[in-house]
């Protein structure tokens, strides 16, 4: 049958804003998850991760929240600028190495 | 440091042929692994190797394959493409033997047409 495309949810903001992009993960086993950016033609890039025995880590600009009562991740970045507009992905990694499963995605689109 | 680098960049076949997608990973990671980028089904998980050795692998039927050589390298292959296989097809690595989790560096992909 015809495939159709999944429905990226999109966030867009005024630059110079902080963004948050929230995630639902499906793994309450997982105990690591990473947020990545892709950028239009590149492979996706790692921002930051987190470990089940915490519920809070900072890098530059970035935070990402781990509430797993809820099974929820966000990701917040601060003083948003035009070089963040990328496709967000949160993904959980149960143990596997490598075999991690990413959401859907999140759209961010800053507007000048 | 170079990144992963995988050729080749765009590739065009056509329904029934197979292909063949290479990727080198970063200097010194040993662990490289494939995932499968759709609009309709996302970035799914193909395969992975770690010292030459398959060691995990995703829900995709016996017509991907891959493989991975002595000095890290690793491809994929498709045999009997079909137009479903239209996609990008990426490749990741890391650096540790040992840790289950680390993060993955990604390679730009090869997107692939089936006609």
């Known amino acids: 049958g015809e495939s159709v495309g999944l429905h990226l949810p999109t966030l867009s903001v005024q630059e110079g804003d902080n963004s948050i992009i929230n995630c639902a993960y499906s793994n309450s086993a997982s105990d690591y998850f990473i947020w990545y950016k892709q950028e239009s033609g590149k492979g996706p890039q790692f921002i930051i991760d987190?470990?089940?025995?915490?519920d809070k880590r900072q890098g530059q600009r970035v935070t990402v929240l781990l509430n797993k009562t809820v099974k929820h991740l966000s990701l917040q970045i601060a003083a948003t600028q035009p070089g963040d507009s990328a496709v967000y992905f949160c993904?959980?990694?149960?143990?596997?190495?490598?075999?991690?499963?990413f959401g859907i995605g999140t759209k961010l689109q800053v507007i000048p | 440091k170079a990144g992963v680098t995988q050729t080749p960049r765009y590739l065009i076949k056509t329904r029934g042929q197979q292909v063949t997608l290479s990727c080198s990973p970063i200097?010194?990671?040993?662990?490289v692994s494939w995932y499968q980028q759709t609009p309709g089904q996302g970035l799914q998980f193909l395969f992975e190797?770690?010292?030459?050795?398959?060691?995990n692998k995703g829900n995709f039927p016996g017509r991907f394959s891959g493989r991975q050589f002595s000095n890290s390298r690793s491809e994929m292959n498709v045999s009997t493409l079909e137009l479903g296989d239209s996609a990008l097809y990426l490749c990741?690595?890391?650096?540790?033997?040992?840790?289950?989790?680390?993060?993955?560096?990604f390679g730009s992909g090869t997107q692939l047409s089936v006609l």
């Open positions: 200097s010194g990671h040993r662990s």
């Open positions: 990741a690595s890391s650096g540790s033997q040992v840790n289950p989790n680390e993060k993955l560096f």
């Open positions: 190797y770690f010292s030459e050795t398959q060691r």
């Open positions: 987190i470990r089940s025995n915490m």
């Open positions: 993904a959980e990694n149960p143990g596997g190495y490598q075999k991690v499963t």
